[in-house]
């Protein structure tokens, strides 16, 4: 499966986004040959890793159609924030 990197996001991002948990990056930056600190450019297209790590957080990402991103001065892209209805469900 692979994933194409959307504008602002880090491999953090794209972990929290496919599989629930930041601990994912670890296994997409070593399936990709990159840096866990690399920011990919938007467009670019990984591979992504199997194996589950928080899939009640992982569905509740796909359910809601969250896509974190993180903020870059750079481009002023603005951080997505989890609404209080994550903070509700997950706490």
Known sequence: MKKVIKDGQTLLDLA???FG???AA???AFKNQIGITE???????LSMPDGQWNRTL????KRNDVS???ARDRTKIQL???????TEEFS
Not at 39 to 45: F, K, L, M, Q, V
Not at 80 to 86: G, K, L, M
């Open 16 to 18: 929290i986004q496919e």
């Open 21 to 23: 948990a930041w601990e």
């Open 26 to 28: 670890i296994a997409i």
């Open 39 to 45: 920011i990919p450019d938007a467009g670019t297209e």
């Open 58 to 61: 992982q569905d509740w990402c």
């Open 68 to 70: 974190p991103a993180t």
């Open 80 to 86: 997505r924030i989890f609404a209080s209805q994550f």
